[in-house]
């Protein structure tokens, strides 16, 4: 797990969630955990916020970042094309 991937996630709901990981390959293997942003529910045309940030049709949430198990990351389903992991990172920068 690294940098731009995307997995579905247990993050204790209703249902799994899927996620999009923030932090490092090299931090999630020492902390068996991984710092993530999840998808945030509606349509990416109501995406106004700075904090919110669309990728590949899908809205994350930027000011909801969380860590989580490793083990709660069940299965990897896209990677973030590199762009839009720089839009990530101009908005955690933008909400700090």
Do not use: C
Request: net charge neutral.
């Amino acid at each position: 797990m690294d940098v731009g991937d995307v997995y579905d996630a247990d993050l204790n709901e209703d249902r799994r969630r899927r996620v999009l990981v923030i932090s490092p390959a090299r931090f999630n293997r020492l902390a068996g955990r991984a710092v993530v942003i999840p998808e945030q529910h509606g349509s990416p045309d109501d995406v106004l916020d700075p904090w919110r940030v669309v990728v590949d049709d899908t809205v994350y949430a930027v000011d909801h970042v969380r860590s989580v198990p490793a083990e709660r990351l069940l299965k990897l389903i896209d990677r973030a094309p590199a762009a839009a992991v720089n839009t990530i990172r101009r908005a955690m920068r933008a909400i700090t």
